[in-house]
């Protein structure tokens, strides 16, 4: 009786009734709490707190319904007790909102966790019913929590949407085995499906698919599959993926060729690199995105930018030099000191150089015979050992060495280049943002002259909690 007591105490039931009352539910509540207090079994101690917060759920305001699903969900008994129409009961009260609520979600956990794949079908019903798309994301999410089995009931179920969520729900899983119950959804009729379906056997990687989004790649009637495919390839990067992004680089349409460039930033192949730097120094409207896919390949993305180095097109050696520069290839250095020479004042010039160095002469008068010096002192060594010695010469604590500064390096560096990006000058910060991404697999962002502290800050911590999604 005294533990009976004590979880009363605990989830303190009272607080869902105490507000505008009515005679019947303070009547109801008095009935409820003599009830309670005679009840020893845990068991029933669960049914009867399921039956108070079903009674009060739909007079509940948020924050009473999110703490109300929580106590629920900490009765390890609930799960006896509560059955398929309980469930029932409780979807049928989401919130009103134009968009699901965090109660929402907690209540469809809730049902997921309790009633398991049996409730996959009435949550996903319940949320398109009540939110449509918008509810894709809180289904999706609840899909994935609630593991495998959950995911396959939904990638089978016989709406559209529950099979889109169930393809999100199976690539955020990371369960390679879920890309046997995917690859059918490539020939579901609906293109949402079909989208979803390729985007998630990228992101699992499913190598055995390669043929199929190659094939799909080039001939799914409808652009937005055919995008989702390209990507999938190039995260899956095998043999077949190269061939299907170079001739999507074809297509009529900008999209396509996009999602190709795209597609071909996510391969991890030094035939890939070659593509988006031909693409790169082509011009044109694929320009930029071709630029931030050699930034993600590093090492990669550098070698295949060197050989235009010497282009009789002085447009693209200039842009060249300054992607390089950004990459913190050395090679670039001495055209980009010959540019500045000939035009002192080219800010643009002269901050790449400093991006690269990692130290900035810019307001200098004698900027290009300063960075000359620094550059004949310095020739041959690695660039890594350059922004070590600009770091330490600022007085800055980093406790790394040379070889844990490489792109396949270990994400526990990531606090200490983050520590760099908030508390160094600008181009030591930009060339730690550089290094972050290379070894974190993403990009945070990128430092620029004008970047204010409080941005820099920011960048800083997203590069620090990466490490915790890793």
Request: hydrophobic share 45%.
């Amino acid at each position: 009786e005294a533990g009976v007591l004590d979880l009363l105490g605990r989830n303190r039931w009272q607080r869902y009734f105490d507000v505008d009352a009515g005679r019947s539910r303070e009547e109801f509540v008095r009935e409820a709490r003599r009830s309670i207090e005679r009840l020893t079994d845990p068991v029933d101690l669960a049914a009867r707190w399921r039956d108070l917060v079903l009674a009060a759920y739909d007079d509940l305001g948020e924050a009473d319904r999110v703490r109300a699903i929580a106590d629920l969900a900490a009765m390890p008994e609930v799960g006896v007790v509560f059955g398929e129409g309980d469930a029932a009961a409780l979807l049928a009260n989401l919130s009103r909102s134009p968009t699901p609520a965090e109660s929402d979600r907690f209540a469809v956990d809730f049902v997921l966790r309790s009633r398991g794949v049996a409730g996959v079908g009435p949550v996903a019903e319940a949320l398109a019913g009540r939110f449509g798309v918008r509810g894709l994301p809180v289904l999706s999410g609840a899909i994935a929590r609630a593991g495998a089995d959950a995911a396959r009931e939904a990638l089978a179920h016989p709406a559209p949407l529950v099979r889109e969520a169930g393809a999100e729900a199976a690539a955020s899983s990371g369960e390679g085995a879920l890309a046997a119950d995917l690859a059918p959804l490539l020939d579901a009729p609906e293109g949402k499906v079909r989208t979803a379906a390729a985007r998630a056997l990228g992101r699992l990687r499913a190598v055995e698919s390669a043929l199929r989004l190659s094939a799909i790649a080039g001939a799914d009637p409808d652009e937005e599959v055919r995008r989702a495919a390209l990507f999938a390839l190039g995260r899956i990067g095998a043999p077949e993926s190269l061939e299907a992004l170079q001739r999507a680089l074809g297509e009529r349409s900008e999209g396509v060729r996009a999602a190709a460039v795209e597609g071909l930033a996510e391969c991890r192949d030094g035939r890939a690199a070659d593509l988006l730097a031909a693409v790169f120094v082509r011009g044109g409207s694929l320009t930029e995105t071709a630029r931030r896919g050699l930034l993600r390949l590093g090492r990669r993305g550098r070698e295949a930018l060197a050989g235009f180095l010497p282009s009789p097109e002085p447009t693209v050696r200039r842009s060249v030099r300054f992607l390089l520069a950004e990459l913190g290839d050395a090679r670039a250095l001495p055209g980009l000191l010959d540019e500045l020479a000939v035009r002192p004042g080219d800010r643009a010039t002269a901050d790449a150089i400093a991006r690269l160095t990692g130290i900035d002469f810019a307001e200098d008068p004698d900027a290009v015979e300063r960075w000359r010096a620094w550059w004949e002192h310095r020739r041959g060594q690695d660039d890594r050992e350059w922004f070590l010695e600009g770091v330490r010469g600022e007085g800055l604590e980093f406790p790394l060495h040379k070889e844990e500064l490489r792109e396949d390096g270990d994400p526990a560096v990531l606090p200490a280049l983050a520590n760099v990006v908030e508390r160094s000058s600008w181009p030591l910060a930009a060339r730690a943002a550089a290094w972050a991404g290379w070894i974190g697999g993403r990009d945070f962002g990128r430092v620029e002259r004008e970047t204010s502290a409080l941005d820099r800050a920011s960048l800083g911590e997203r590069i620090r909690h990466s490490t915790l999604a890793r």
